[in-house]
C-alpha cells in the first residue's frame, strides 16, 4: 500500500554558487510545483517487416514553480538571474522535506502576475532539465 505525501511537507531548493563552499538556499513563497517528462522516439521502415523500427529518444524533464513574488529572496533572485543570464542552476526537491531529487535546469522564462487590489503578486518559473538527476535521501528521481 502507498503512503501519499502531504503537499505541506514539499520543499524546494537553489544552490547558490557565490557562497564558498556553495549551499542550496530556498525559493521562498512558492505554493505549486508541477513537473512533467517526456521522451520522444524515431521511427524507421524497414525491408521485409511488418512494423517500424522504433528507436526511443532521450528523456526530457520539465516543469513549473510557482508562487508569490518575493523580493530579496535569495532563492528566487538566483532564478531570475540565471533566466537573464541563460546560466544552469542546481534545484533540489525533496517531496517529504527529506527525501527526492537534486538536477541541473535551465530556466526558460520567467512570469508575474499583478492584480488590482490588496492581493500578493504572483510569479512563475519554468524550467528545463539538463543532465542527469541525482538522488536525495532514498528518492525517488523525476
Known amino acids: 500500500m502507498s503512503n501519499p505525501i502531504q503537499g505541506n511537507l514539499f520543499e524546494c531548493y537553489v544552490e547558490d554558487v557565490s557562497t564558498s563552499p556553495s549551499t542550496f538556499v530556498p525559493i521562498d513563497e512558492m505554493n505549486n510545483f508541477q513537473r512533467s517528462t517526456q521522451r520522444d522516439s524515431q521511427s524507421f521502415p524497414v525491408f521485409m517487416r511488418a512494423t517500424a523500427h522504433n528507436i526511443p529518444g532521450s528523456r526530457v524533464v520539465s516543469g513549473t514553480l510557482s508562487g508569490f513574488l518575493g523580493t530579496g529572496s535569495d532563492g528566487q533572485d538566483i ?47 519554468e524550467l528545463l532539465g539538463d543532465g542527469d538527476a541525482a538522488i536525495v535521501g532514498s528518492g525517488p528521481l523525476p
Open 79 to 125: 532564478l531570475r538571474d540565471a533566466e537573464q543570464n541563460d546560466t544552469t542552476v542546481r534545484i533540489r526537491i525533496l517531496w517529504d522535506g527529506t527525501n527526492g531529487f537534486e538536477q541541473d535546469f535551465k530556466v526558460g522564462s520567467t512570469s508575474q502576475t499583478v492584480a488590482a487590489g490588496a492581493t500578493l503578486q504572483e510569479t512563475s518559473f
